[in-house]
Nanobody, 124 residues
Framework: QVQLVESGGGLVQAGGSLRLACAASGRTFSTYGMGWFRQAPGKEREFVAAISWVGGAISYADSVKGRFTISRDNAKNTVNLQMNNLQPEDTAVYFC?????????????????WGQGTQVTVSS
């Protein structure tokens, strides 16, 4: 069983930055693929970024490439999402997710564990 808790969301102006963190419980965190997804009001949940168990494989949605960076620290059981040059279209609830496979997935159905989400609001 894995429990995930996100933090770091907030309100920021366009062009600003935020760093999201996801703290995970469980001794096997280092063997899990991890991902970040987001859901804006009235829209489906969408893939943002994912990382493999030791960070050797990373994927990003085209909409965030060059602006967002995913990383993980297995010693601290955390996965982070550094978000730079934020835009109003990045406004959403951001969710951390874990999967028992060591490799990442861009599909939400590939993840069995989810956090509660953290709100990110970007003003224009």
């Amino acid at each position: 069983q894995v429990q995930l808790v996100e933090s770091g969301g907030g309100l920021v102006q366009a062009g600003g930055s935020l760093r999201l963190a996801c703290a995970a419980s469980g001794r096997t965190f280092s063997t899990y693929g991890m991902g970040w997804f987001r859901q804006a009001p009235g829209k489906e949940r969408e893939f943002v970024a994912a990382i493999s168990w030791v960070g050797g494989a990373i994927s990003y949605a085209d909409s965030v490439k060059g602006r967002f960076t995913i990383s993980r620290d297995n010693a601290k059981n955390t996965v982070n999402l550094q978000m730079n040059n934020l835009q109003p279209e990045d406004t959403a609830v951001y969710f951390c997710a874990a999967r028992t496979s060591m490799f990442p997935s861009v599909s939400s159905s590939g993840y069995g564990y989810w956090g509660q989400g953290t709100q990110v609001t970007v003003s224009s």
